[in-house]
Antibody, heavy 119, light 107 residues
């Protein structure tokens, strides 16, 4: 069974930093591209960042470019999101998501970790 | 980056058919996938590619596409289909994008 378990969320002040982690199990992690997707309270889904299976390619949503860094460790079966210069609008649930069944198809989701940016 | 636009809300009578649409220029080139999200839960993949359903997804869910519009159809809506629905695709730069979301109410 595919499992994606996020951790690292919490309360942080504007301008602060936070590192999210996602522990993957139940599949060959190194064979799949991964993404982070977030959802602000009461709002829709927003894709945040993507990393290819071999780590060679990364993409970012425009509002997080230069502030967020996605990475992965295929030995530890883990995905990460380093977030800095956090803003109020970064508040939300952050989901770790596997791409399967093809490019940009999000076939497995974690339960999410809540990030709250507030003073 | 590209945008995908959905109607904010639709309603359907129990057992009837409803179509949810997703519009965006990137859909001329790339297929859309569809997701269902119920309150307090993570989204679930419903449809991907031309019209493919992952194992366990009921066949009352189907997808189609024409030009810049992708559609998700629920044929014979059930009470448990009341949820938020999102389309997603990608743009030419590789960025992924979600639709604005549609809230489906089953009457």
């Amino acid at each position: 069974e595919v499992q994606l378990v996020e951790s690292g969320g919490g309360l942080v002040q504007p301008g602060g930093s936070l590192r999210l982690s996602c522990a993957a199990s139940g599949f060959i992690f190194s064979s799949h591209s991964m993404s982070w997707v977030r959802q602000a309270p009461g709002k829709g889904l927003e894709w945040v960042s993507y990393i290819s299976s071999n780590t060679y390619t990364m993409y970012y949503e425009d509002s997080v470019k230069g502030r967020f860094t996605i990475s992965r460790d295929n030995v530890k079966n883990s995905l990460y999101l380093q977030m800095s210069s956090l803003r109020d609008e970064d508040t939300g649930v952050y989901y770790c998501v596997r791409e399967g069944y093809g490019d940009y198809v999000f076939d497995s989701w974690g339960q999410g970790t809540l990030v709250t940016v507030s003073s | 980056s590209s945008e995908l636009t959905q109607d904010p809300a639709v309603s359907v009578a129990l057992g009837q058919t409803v179509r949810i649409t997703c519009q965006g220029d990137s859909l001329r080139t790339y297929y859309s996938s569809w997701y269902q999200q119920k309150p307090g839960q993570a989204p679930v993949l419903l449809i991907y590619g031309k019209n493919n359903r992952p194992s366990g997804i009921p066949d009352r869910f189907s997808g189609s596409s024409s030009g810049t519009t992708a559609s998700l159809t629920i044929t014979g809506a059930q009470a448990e289909d009341e949820a938020d629905y999102y389309c997603n695709s990608r743009d030419s730069s590789g960025a992924r994008v979600f639709g604005t979301g549609t809230k489906v109410t089953v009457l």
